[in-house]
């Protein structure tokens, strides 16, 4: 039998203090349940609601992408920077440490490589498989106006399904092609799509009127990092997307194919989370850098 309770002490119920229900910190996730909640806690920042990911899934279609022939060397000492690292399952089982601290983005669509057409992807991981290696939310590619639009929608809304069993968050990532103009229409579109048919966040790229996209949408938006572009850039790009109502960033090639990749993301760091200007963020980057 349990043993009875035995102390002495006056029991305090708080009669004068109603439970509190506490409200969910990130944009359009209150009605989750509890897991889904914790997942996204992992890769949003509660004291800032942001986030700094670091892309490096690139290989998956593109192979040894410059800077990523051998991950080993180049991200690993980056990850305890980043707040989420979004990648691959073949990369995260052979090379990434168990014991570090990041969260995982794991990349769930795929299929063709840069020789064929992109669009044409299909559901790449099963879901029971990434709950093996705990993730925090499982990313599908989306391409809006492309030739295998339906087919990508359909993708993420089977994942969105599947995730929504186990609490998985889905990142609805917004394609883009040299047919696909990147602006505030075609963006807004594609973001609000995601957002209806189930993502829990949105990633795509930052353009002029950006906070009419950000409004539109319902849910966090993050910012990819794109193309390389000096360092400079990349950080008044960072800082005008928070400004402009995004979430965090997901940045690869502007990070791990800087001069200084580790000053980078740290300088990336204070921009998203502690609203650090562009100019001083890079002077940050170059003191780091020389140091």
């Given at each position: 039998?349990?043993?009875?309770?035995?102390?002495?002490?006056?029991?305090?119920?708080?009669?004068?203090?109603?439970?509190?229900?506490?409200?969910?910190?990130?944009?359009?996730?209150?009605?989750?349940?509890?897991?889904?909640?914790?997942?996204?806690?992992?890769?949003?920042?509660?004291?800032?609601?942001?986030?700094?990911?670091?892309?490096?899934?690139?290989?998956?279609?593109?192979?040894?992408?410059?800077?990523?022939?051998?991950?080993?060397?180049?991200?690993?000492?980056?990850?305890?920077?980043?707040?989420?690292?979004?990648?691959?399952?073949?990369?995260?089982?052979?090379?990434?440490?168990?014991?570090?601290?990041?969260?995982?983005?794991?990349r769930a669509s795929g299929g063709p490589s840069i020789l064929k057409d992109l669009s044409n992807e299909r559901?790449?991981?099963?879901?029971?498989?990434?709950?093996?290696?705990?993730?925090?939310?499982?990313?599908?590619?989306?391409?809006?106006?492309?030739?295998?639009?339906?087919?990508?929608?359909?993708?993420?809304?089977?994942?969105?399904?599947?995730?929504?069993?186990?609490?998985?968050?889905?990142l609805g990532v917004t394609a883009v092609g040299q047919e696909l103009t990147r602006d505030a229409r075609y963006?807004?579109?594609?973001?609000?799509?995601?957002?209806?048919?189930?993502?829990?966040?949105?990633?795509?790229?930052?353009?002029?009127?950006?906070?009419?996209?950000?409004?539109?949408?319902?849910?966090?938006?993050?910012?990819?990092?794109?193309?390389?572009?000096?360092?400079?850039?990349?950080?008044?790009?960072?800082?005008?997307?928070?400004?402009?109502?995004?979430?965090?960033?997901?940045?690869?090639?502007?990070?791990?194919?800087?001069?200084?990749?580790?000053?980078?993301?740290?300088?990336?760091?204070?921009?998203?989370?502690?609203?650090?200007?562009?100019?001083?963020?890079?002077?940050?980057?170059?003191?780091?850098?020389?140091?």
């Amino acid at each position: 039998m349990p043993e009875m309770d035995a102390s002495t002490k006056t029991k305090e119920y708080f009669l004068d203090i109603p439970q509190a229900n506490d409200t969910f910190f990130l944009k359009g996730s209150a009605n989750y349940d509890w897991g889904m909640k914790n997942r996204l806690s992992r890769i949003f920042n509660p004291a800032t609601g942001k986030t700094v990911m670091l892309a490096f899934d690139h290989g998956y279609f593109q192979g040894p992408t410059t800077g990523l022939e051998r991950i080993d060397m180049t991200i690993k000492p980056l990850a305890p920077f980043a707040d989420a690292l979004m990648c691959t399952r073949g990369i995260l089982r052979s090379i990434m440490n168990p014991e570090a601290g990041s969260a995982v983005v794991m990349r769930a669509s795929g299929g063709p490589s840069i020789l064929k057409d992109l669009s044409n992807e299909r559901l790449a991981l099963d879901v029971e498989d990434a709950l093996r290696m705990n993730v925090s939310a499982v990313a599908v590619q989306v391409f809006i106006g492309g030739d295998y639009e339906t087919q990508s929608v359909i993708n993420m809304t089977n994942m969105v399904d599947r995730c929504n069993r186990y609490g998985i968050p889905v990142l609805g990532v917004t394609a883009v092609g040299q047919e696909l103009t990147r602006d505030a229409r075609y963006i807004g579109l594609a973001t609000r799509i995601l957002a209806e048919l189930g993502a829990a966040f949105v990633k795509t790229y930052y353009v002029e009127d950006f906070p009419a996209v950000a409004a539109a949408c319902p849910v966090p938006i993050v910012i990819a990092g794109g193309k390389k572009m000096t360092e400079l850039d990349a950080l008044t790009m960072a800082r005008d997307a928070i400004d402009a109502g995004a979430s965090g960033v997901d940045m690869g090639r502007n990070i791990f194919q800087s001069d200084a990749p580790a000053a980078m993301i740290q300088a990336v760091r204070k921009v998203v989370h502690e609203n650090m200007g562009a100019m001083e963020a890079h002077e940050l980057y170059l003191d780091l850098k020389h140091a």
